[in-house]
């Protein structure tokens, strides 16, 4: 795996969607934060991004339609620890009708340095037919032109290679 180019000066070029600090609960038996976390922290991010979108909590109960992640990947940079201050960054790599490939960036504010990336393929679902459906037109609308801004940064998205939407 290459390493990664990107900076904190080109990541921070995104708009922050979440912050926390790190309580003591995610620790695990090795006393540094689980790696469940990462993800967890990423997801409340993009969580955020889908409630902008209108693919949120209120999206979910008032139709029969859900997002499902298909594929995750994550690469870790830097360990984090209790009480340390993140920040999560969220970039938009790629959309098609039903799809929606994320790129999230949690970076350590506390320590100045990038701790992951997690990419995420997520599919929008009709719940009751448990299959893939197209994304509402306004939300779509919105995703494309999230897209079209994130085309625009002038810096490559270190994506992994393996994911596609």
Not at 79 to 107: C, H, N, P, T, W
Not at 123 to 143: E, H, I, K
């Amino acid at each position: 795996m290459s390493r990664i180019e990107t900076t904190l000066s080109e990541i921070r070029q995104l708009e922050p969607i979440c912050e926390l600090t790190i309580p003591a609960n995610f620790l695990d038996e090795n006393k540094h934060v689980n790696v469940q976390y990462y993800l967890h922290i990423v997801e409340r991010g993009l969580g955020q991004v889908f409630e902008k979108v209108g693919l949120g909590e209120v999206y979910a109960a008032a139709d029969k339609f859900g997002n499902f992640a298909l594929e995750q990947h994550i690469r870790y940079f830097a360990e984090l620890l209790v009480e340390d201050q993140v920040r999560v960054f969220i970039r938009l790599i790629a959309l098609s009708a039903k799809r929606a490939y994320f790129m999230g960036f949690l970076v350590n504010e506390s320590r100045q340095q990038l701790a992951a990336i997690v990419e995420v393929v997520m599919m929008n679902v009709d719940m009751s037919a448990r299959r893939g459906t197209p994304f509402p037109a306004g939300s779509y609308a919105q995703l494309k032109a999230l897209l079209t801004r994130h085309e625009q940064l002038p810096w490559e998205a270190p994506v992994c290679g393996v994911m596609r939407a």
